[in-house]
């Protein structure tokens, strides 16, 4: 009887992790600075990536959130 309750208890833990694990973004951005100059434009960002399977997705996903905060590169 014992061993039922703790294996339920496990299964119970395991699916709430695996089920906030899958609700989570492929990424966040938690910083943006961008530095300026007379004929410069430099932009570095902060991303936690939380999903790395599919990166090349995330890469342009990112590349296009970029793109929209600071304005598409020269």
Partial sequence: M?????ATITMLCLL???Y???RLP????TNSISFSSADTRDT???VIVYKCWGI????KDIENEHNKINGTPT
């Fill in 20 to 22: 906030n694990y899958l």
């Fill in 44 to 46: 570095e960002l902060t």
């Fill in 16 to 18: 709430t992790v695996l």
């Fill in 2 to 6: 014992k061993k039922k309750i703790i």
């Fill in 56 to 59: 090349d997705g995330v890469i």
């Fill in 26 to 29: 492929g990424y966040h951005i």
